[in-house]
């Protein structure tokens, strides 16, 4: 235990003394929060601002229509009236000079009481922002236009058209938050997945940069491989929970600083399970990367075995929104016990509806003896590849080298 | 009591024996050699001595006990292929390394601190490795075999790669280790290194023992029948019927005869017949005569000429 300390101990404090230990902690949160606030900030200012032109022969529905695609909710247009007699061919020029976004023709019913027809050139057929705003402005339009027909007041037809509030009131009685939740569930589930993904690989390059100068020799000489790869699991593995520790905790600051946290809840339950399965799918998926590294003599070799950590995690990915809109269908059960998807799933299970406590309990017993049986075999490639070899072995050499003593 | 004791160990790899039904003893307090061409299995053996490995079959016993694990804190090892992490400061790789055999920091401090001094490296210790010339680096892994100041010191390669003057600096470390009492055991394939500094020796070729013994006997094993013969005039006297080979480098002639007693025999002859003798010498053969003699044998001519001159 002594040794696996020591060699823990080395390899976190050999890193966090880096540099790019330090530029990743400040960067990758900074661009991260940034790239979310900007892309969040220009999503809300995205409001249609075309400049169209609206060809009608009487003043009705057109007015409405410029008053409310001029100073609508998600629209702030330009809008001209045009007499119906406008030659198509000036307003096909317009557009050709970028005067334009594009015109609107209003054509009457012949019969009363039916719509008439509403025809739309775009500039681009694929703006499609300018001509949703058009078309949600024309049913808002026509629709009001109907029943202050029929005599209703403006109030009570704002009253009618506004929007239904549900509310989400969970098992408890309590008034629930779904989407919050739900959102919780998605920033843990890519929290693990990044760091797994940035820290495992790490283990293994930091095993095929220890080949690479030799020194394993020196370590072998007193240690077994067993706690070399242990130590180097654990090591690493602590750089990447002190990373993720500094970034929710400044998180947290921040977030009780904006008192955005009012709206969000982790519940204890939550907090400890996600702790409980960062830690156990940090040290399956290092292990794997321990086996990687153990195989591997550079980088490069390491790159083309990368598949195997990330196939995995794809399948992850592939299962989040079944698993969202269904987490106790017999497919979820399923794969949230696989021991590579149970990190990732079994968590995203537990934040949006619990579990069967065994159902818990078999996916960290399933993920605690592949961890073991993945280190078994590494150290065994581990050893018997760097000491004997010192190339990629392939499947055949591997099975017969866990043979060895 | 002998500190290591190899029985019977095989190891094979694939379909490559390694080392083949090896043993050797070594006595505590010796300077051993274990001497043999590349690829003859030194650094298996040495890897199974050390518990790296494990032998396939045959035993190993280390300080008069079967292997154990606990028993490696007493031993120092130097690798062939050096290795140190380059990003990390001297002092620090000295002290981590101190503690994985078993030293508390401290102790690793200030032994790290005495033995810099000692090799002459003190300007490295705040550096990293790997802004260290290639022959500081290795004396710091030297060092690091030595902090725990093993009964047991076991380098493979020692001398390899550095220049004169430091090469004697080690040696001359090592033969003071040994007047303290530890044993030590390297290997090697230069021939005159072995004959300056070891007490006992073994020669393995192609994973098997071949000779081994101390210095003594093996070179008594060997016939004295080897003379040097610095020369003017008549050289009639090379072809005496006591004259086994000779070669003739335009007055000084190396000889090898069929006896001991021959040389006394030549000496008259060519007396006799007046040649002018300025040197005769009777030469025991050099470990690189006997080496060369004996991988030839176990490989057969043309392949030793190769391998030893490699």
């Not at chain 1, 970034?247 to 939550?270: D, E, F, P, T, Y």
């Amino acid at each position: 235990m002594h040794n696996i300390w020591l060699i823990a101990k080395r390899e976190y404090m050999e890193r966090i003394r880096t540099k790019a230990f330090l530029i990743a902690t400040i960067l990758i949160p900074t661009l991260m929060g940034g790239g979310v606030f900007g892309i969040a900030t220009l999503a809300s200012r995205s409001k249609a601002t075309s400049h169209v032109a609206v060809v009608a022969s009487q003043p009705q529905p057109a007015e409405d229509l410029k008053k409310d695609l001029e100073n609508g909710k998600d629209s702030k247009m330009t809008v001209d009236i045009l007499p119906a007699s406008t030659p198509r061919a000036s307003l096909d020029r317009k557009i050709a000079d970028k005067q334009l976004d594009g015109y609107l023709v209003i054509t009457p019913a012949g019969v009363v009481g039916q719509r008439p027809s509403f025809d739309f050139t775009p500039r681009s057929s694929a703006d499609i922002t300018t001509s949703t705003a058009i078309k949600d402005a024309l049913h808002t339009v026509l629709m009001r236009e109907y029943l202050g027909d029929r005599g209703v007041s403006a109030a009570e037809t704002a009253a009618l058209m506004a929007p239904v509030t549900l509310n989400i009131i969970g098992k408890n009685g309590e008034r629930g938050n779904s989407k919050s939740s739900f959102y919780v569930a998605y920033v843990l589930f890519f929290l693990m997945y990044m760091v797994v993904l940035l820290y495992g690989m790490n283990v293994a390059r930091s095993i095929i940069e220890e080949k690479t100068s030799r020194v394993f020799e020196v370590l072998l000489a007193t240690i077994t491989p067993d706690e070399l790869l242990a130590g180097k699991i654990l090591g690493v593995g602590a750089v990447g929970l002190t990373q993720v520790g500094i970034w929710m905790i400044a998180a947290g600051l921040l977030a009780a600083r904006a008192g955005a946290m009012s709206g969000i809840s982790l519940s204890v339950a939550q907090v400890v399970f996600f702790i409980v399965y960062f830690a156990l799918g940090y040290a399956l998926y290092s292990s794997v990367a321990a086996a990687l590294g153990a195989m591997t003599n550079s980088e490069q070799e390491l790159q083309q075995l990368n598949m195997f950590m990330m196939m995995p995690l794809f399948l992850c990915m592939g299962m989040l929104v079944p698993i969202v809109t269904n987490p106790n269908s017999m497919l979820s059960r399923i794969v949230s016990e696989i021991p590579f998807c149970a990190p990732l799933l079994m968590e995203l299970r537990i934040s949006i509806s619990m579990p069967q406590p065994w159902e818990i309990a078999l996916s960290i017993g399933l993920i605690l003896v592949t961890i073991y049986a993945v280190l078994w075999i590494s150290s065994r490639i581990y050893r018997v590849g760097i000491l004997m070899y010192g190339k990629k072995p392939n499947l055949p050499e591997i099975l017969r080298w866990l043979k060895y003593s | 009591m002998p500190i290591v004791e190899l029985q019977k160990i095989r190891k094979v790899y694939d379909t490559k024996v390694a080392v083949e039904g090896l043993s050797l003893t070594i006595e505590p307090g010796t300077m051993f050699g274990l001497l043999g061409p590349n690829g003859s299995g030194k650094t298996s053996s040495i890897r199974m001595m050390i518990g790296m490995t494990v032998p396939d079959s045959g035993t190993v016993s280390l300080f008069g006990k079967p292997f154990d694990r606990a028993s490696l804190h007493r031993i120092g090892y130097l690798p062939e292929e050096r290795g140190l992490y380059k990003k990390m400061k001297v002092l620090d790789q000295l002290v981590f390394l101190g503690q994985l055999h078993g030293l508390s920091e401290a102790t690793a401090r200030s032994r790290a601190l005495v033995w810099c001094e000692r090799m002459q490296i003190t300007e490295a210790i705040g550096k990293k490795t790997e802004e260290l010339s290639k022959g500081m680096q290795q004396k710091i892994q030297f060092i690091a075999a030595l902090l725990h100041e093993p009964e047991l010191i076991i380098m493979d390669e020692p001398f390899s790669g550095l220049d004169p003057v430091n090469a004697e600096l080690l040696q001359n470390t090592l033969i003071d280790l040994r007047r303290e009492g530890k044993t030590v055991l390297f290997s090697t394939h230069r021939m005159d290194q072995v004959e300056k500094l070891c007490d006992s020796i073994a020669l393995i070729s192609r994973g098997k023992l071949v000779l081994t013994g101390s210095m003594r006997d093996v070179k008594s094993r060997y016939p004295r029948n080897r003379v040097q013969v610095v020369f003017s005039g008549d050289e009639s006297f090379l072809g005496h019927a006591e004259v086994a080979e000779a070669q003739n480098y335009s007055g000084v002639a190396h000889i090898k005869l069929h006896h001991e007693a021959g040389a006394q025999v030549v000496l008259a002859e060519a007396i006799a017949r007046g040649t002018v003798i300025n040197r005769f010498e009777v030469k025991e053969p050099t470990l690189e005569e006997i080496f060369i003699e004996q991988v030839r044998a176990s490989f057969g001519d043309e392949e030793a000429r190769g391998i030893v001159d490699a």
